[in-house]
Nanobody, 120 residues
Framework: QVQLVESGGGLAQPGGSLRLSCAAS????????MGWYRQAPGKQRELVAV???????NYVNSVKGRFIISRDNANNTMSLQMNGLKPEDTAVYYC??????????????WGRGTLVTVSS
């Protein structure tokens, strides 16, 4: 079984920064794509940033130039550096990973979420 745990959420002021982390544990042979999603109050869950196993990244337009996604394959972790935070960034942030836990078998795993609140 694979578990994902997010950390780093909390309260930030507009223009401030936060760094989210996601740690994977359990039966992990390989991690393919990793990504961060968020769900704001009254909104649909959206993909914020994704990073492939080769390091290719992509971002939703609203966070381009402000957020940076990264991964540490040696430690099975992923991070999201969030700069220039805006009130509209307020949401529950979820990490997501595609994990090979048995050769020939992949699973899509989610963390339980961490709340980010941007307010003065």
């Amino acid at each position: 079984q694979v578990q994902l745990v997010e950390s780093g959420g909390g309260l930030a002021q507009p223009g401030g920064s936060l760094r989210l982390s996601c740690a994977a544990s359990g039966s992990i042979l390989r991690i393919n794509d990793m990504g961060w999603y968020r769900q704001a109050p009254g909104k649909q869950r959206e993909l914020v940033a994704v990073i492939s196993s080769g390091g290719t990244t992509n971002y939703v337009n609203s966070v381009k130039g402000r957020f940076i996604i990264s991964r540490d394959n040696a430690n099975n972790t992923m991070s999201l550096q969030m700069n220039g935070l805006k009130p509209e960034d307020t949401a529950v942030y979820y990490c997501n990973m595609e994990v090979t836990w048995r050769w020939g078998t992949r699973g899509d795993y989610w963390g339980r979420g961490t709340l980010v609140t941007v307010s003065s």
